[in-house]
């Protein structure tokens, strides 16, 4: 059973445009969401992470947005760049501070940005 | 270091014989995680370390699947008599302290079981 989906495995996206990278849960009680990074033959890098008490965070580029009642959120990248194409991993958890063990990943979304 | 490495980036293997990984994390973190990624699949978490001590190791898949981190610092993960599902990414992910999520990753040991 999997409770954290990422139901878009690849994305395709032209440069300069927004890419949107969703991810849906099922578990109610995750209340901390991160999005990491990842390059071929590189570990994943943290983004941005986002608490439920919040709906929206941004940080440059990137933006995450929570809706807990649809327990949803979704990860907006403006403007797209070709550095963006990586695959990102969403991730859920029961509160910050409860440990990266705890932390449960999506299979990811392969995101490639066309010039 | 400057950031978590890991060896061998590659290790190709013959089903049954045993296999260890190594992870050598940020100076100054005191916890390390291993995870798993197989083909087409999310991470996986198999276990993590506070210290030296691991108190969970229920993420392990088997008992052929152990570790080891002696200290605070480097850590093993040893697969002993290894089956062809046992092929996979192996990253290892260190961070400031048990309840800090932000993971650094290391690039991870790609295993194949032949």
């Known amino acids: 059973d999997q409770q954290v989906k990422q139901n878009s495995p690849s994305l395709s996206v032209q440069e300069g445009r927004i890419s949107i990278l969703n991810c849906d849960y099922t578990n109610s009680m995750f209340d901390y969401f991160l999005w990491y990074k990842k390059y071929p033959a590189e570990g994943p890098t943290f983004l941005i992470s986002?608490?439920?008490?919040?709906d929206k965070n941004e940080d440059g580029r990137f933006t995450v947005f929570l809706n807990k009642s649809a327990k949803h959120l979704s990860l907006h990248i403006v403007p797209s760049q070709p550095g963006d194409s990586a695959v990102y991993f969403c991730?859920?958890?029961?509160?910050?501070?409860?440990?990266?063990?705890?932390?449960?990943f999506g299979k990811g979304t392969h995101l490639i940005i066309q010039p | 270091g400057a950031g978590v490495s890991q060896s061998p980036s590659n290790k190709v293997t013959e089903k049954g014989k045993d296999v260890e990984l190594r992870c050598d994390p940020i100076?100054?973190?005191?916890?390390l995680y291993w995870y798993r990624q197989s083909l087409g699949q999310g991470l996986e978490f198999l276990i993590y370390f506070q210290g030296n001590s691991a108190p969970d190791k229920s993420g392990l898949p088997s008992d052929r699947f152990s570790a080891e981190r002696t200290g605070g610092s480097v850590s093993t993960l040893t697969i002993q008599r290894t089956q062809q599902e046992d092929s996979a990414v192996y990253l290892c992910?260190?961070?400031?302290?048990?309840?800090?999520?932000?993971?650094?990753f290391g690039s991870g040991t790609q295993l194949s079981v032949l």
């Open positions: 986002i608490s439920s008490i919040k």
């Open positions: 992910a260190s961070s400031l302290g048990r309840n800090n999520e932000k993971l650094f």
């Open positions: 991730a859920a958890s029961r509160y910050s501070g409860g440990g990266a063990d705890g932390l449960t």
């Open positions: 100076s100054g973190h005191t916890a």
